[in-house]
């Protein structure tokens, strides 16, 4: 047996691996020390009471005879993927069948997963900074790849290929800058992709946090997107669910990758929990909806809190309105990681090292507003000290 | 963009697609048609209380500020996996460390995904009959396949491959043939691999099912396989998951692809369910494993139901013992599919045409043991009218 040399090469220390190990090694050299956690990205407020009565009722469902259920659909129960259309598409004026709507574990699975469509050879393009998932996705494959800049010189807006690539990843609201994408500035991604015969893999994730009624939630708002776009789509940053795994993928027949795309699934998933369904499907009830909002709102506000505070603090700051991350510069003579250290050894407040989603990103951290409330204000306090 | 042309040119119609699919136009031209279904390996009882009420204590938590969870470790929670080398694996003299079991959403995934590990160029073996996503994944990627096929003639055992091949997947006890290997069996297809540097991906999704101490319920009982075998394993079958998803694999370090498959998960796998991780821990609590117990007897003896009754209706019939599947003989002058057909037809019983396991499951169909055992002892009734 051989193994995939291009797997086997990637370096160890996925980011967010790399940063749960050095705080927990700071953790036991300082057992006393309380370390604020801003880093990673996931949520701390606790599942809204309407999914957890939905869940609860799944649960109860599971144990009884008349009610119990096996083997789901692989591509999910067809009254979650028709409320997915209910509330996501058409009222936004977005056309899709039930059968273009694929319920998967997280958008996790299916950012990763999606790439077994494509042909090795084909060229990828990444925004550099950006999730680490889109590149080491692309190299596990071997797949040559192609950064995209994000700087401060070009506003944090990426510049369309220099290059013809054939797949593109973009993620809008952006993680971890906290840009959005006019809807001209989608267009012309869009445009791209239909000139280029390209794929653009929409990482739509954070789509609950846009404020304006200007930015588009879903890449379908752009005319002709549906031909050369598949949107990625997740409940763990609106509803909570980052440990209750439920997302969903659209994959449009006019891509001419939805059949494949469900053998795809119908041959290497079995299918999402049931309860999660459940669970999802209440994000789509009128209280749901209203728990969910409280919730996005309040990461908001907390987003509002530490844009803010860094500023006063000094620091050049960037995102928050959007999206629920800041991109902040590090002081002078710092680089990412080593900024990292100092916050962790002098105030015990953990961020992310901007170092860590891409070269662009040396010279930057990434705050989550999805840490608690306090903790944000006493972060910012003890910077303040710094 | 280029598609994956190995995927592009799968012939479509996942095989328990096209029964759902046959069944459901029949169900629609006789709707008032009592259809029996002895042919998906659903699993029919409900959850075990012990489980139901862990999964309600997980949701409880998941609404609480104090107790929520959000992510979980990609390869799950220490205590699942610690419980797992406790009761699976340490009573039974093996030994493995925490980090070589990996939590997942089910064996479905991780039977497909595991092949990321490997060169594209590995030559694969597959048993004939068998379960079709190993040699769907295979040809998915392109990679070359060589069936070794398991025949009345050769007793449903198959023989070592005649040629080098680098992957082997094994599945005991075996679906659709309803088979086990004795311990000096499994012990040459160690040998096997040992000696030409393969490596066996163990499917143990039916564990459960043995009834003899003699049989091996794990490929590590025998001695050199962890470095040469990874074990897939599911509580589908045991527990009653098939909707509530999750199981288990093990990468023993030995075999020099734990690193690698860990970096795989960390980057295209966001973790596990915690409620369904909390229900399978209640899988081990003394209550749990009673209430399985149960359940798993009494699948047992619908497959010994089963089992006789074909064989007093004069059918040729096999398995059914250490499994829950029984390999039937189709009458003379019949396909598997056409026999399917007069089946569904004449009778209203559901079954899985052999021939859609591989070339030697023509002429053979799978009944299933986890079908409701009122809807056995009709479908045999039925069958006896035929």
């Known amino acids: 047996m051989n193994v995939n040399t291009h797997l086997q090469q990637m370096k160890s220390g996925y980011l967010f691996t790399e940063i749960v ?32 009565e939905a869940m609860h009722r799944a649960v109860e469902e599971m144990g009884q005879p008349d009610t119990f259920r096996g083997y789901g659909l692989e591509n999910g129960y067809a009254w979650l993927r028709q409320a997915i259309l209910d509330n996501e598409y058409t009222p936004r004026g977005i056309d899709l069948t039930l059968d273009e709507v694929f319920i998967s574990d997280g958008a996790g699975s299916d950012l990763g997963n999606l790439s077994e469509l494509f042909d090795v050879r084909n060229t990828v393009a990444v925004l550099d900074p950006s999730y680490p998932a889109y590149e080491d996705t692309t190299l596990m494959a071997g797949r040559p790849i192609v950064f995209l800049p994000c700087t401060v010189e070009n506003n944090f807006v990426p510049e369309l290929p220099k290059v013809r690539v054939d797949i593109i990843y973009l993620c809008y609201p952006n993680n971890p800058l906290g840009t959005v994408l006019t809807r001209e500035q989608m267009a012309q991604w869009v ?83 049931y309860i999660s369904q459940r669970g999802a499907m209440a ?104």
């Not at 309380?34 to 990673?40: A, D, F, P, S, T």
């Not at 509002?304 to 510069?329: D, F, K, M, S, T």
Request: neutral net charge; proline residues 6%; contains cysteine.
């Open 191 to 273: 445009r791209y992709a239909r000139e280029n015969k390209s794929i653009i893999i929409f990482d739509a994730a954070y789509e609950a946090f846009i404020q304006s009624p200007d930015i588009p939630h879903s890449i379908y708002e752009i005319p002709g997107a549906k031909e050369v776009a598949i949107e990625v789509c997740s409940y763990s940053k609106s509803a909570g669910f980052t440990g209750v795994r439920c997302g969903y993928t659209v994959v449009p027949k006019a891509t001419g990758l939805q059949a494949m795309w469900l053998r795809r699934q119908c041959t290497k998933y079995n299918g999402t929990s």
């Open 283 to 386: 994000a789509y009830t009128p209280e749901g909806k209203a728990a969910i909002r409280t919730n996005i709102t309040y990461y908001q506000q907390t987003a509002q809190l530490l844009l803010n505070g860094l500023r006063q603090l000094g620091y050049e700051a960037y995102g928050g309105v959007h999206a629920p991350y800041i991109w902040c510069r590090v002081p002078q003579g710092y680089t990412s990681w080593s900024f990292f250290d100092l916050l962790l050894d002098r105030c015990q407040v953990v961020c992310t090292p901007g170092a860590g989603f891409g070269p662009s990103g040396e010279g930057y951290v990434r705050f989550s507003a999805f840490s608690k409330r306090e903790d944000c204000i006493e972060a910012l306090e003890r910077m303040e000290q710094l």
């Open 21 to 52: 190990n050095r705080t927990k090694a700071y953790q036991e050299e300082h057992p006393d020390a309380e370390i604020l956690r801003l880093g990673v990205g996931d949520i701390t407020r606790p599942l809204p009471a309407p999914i957890v």
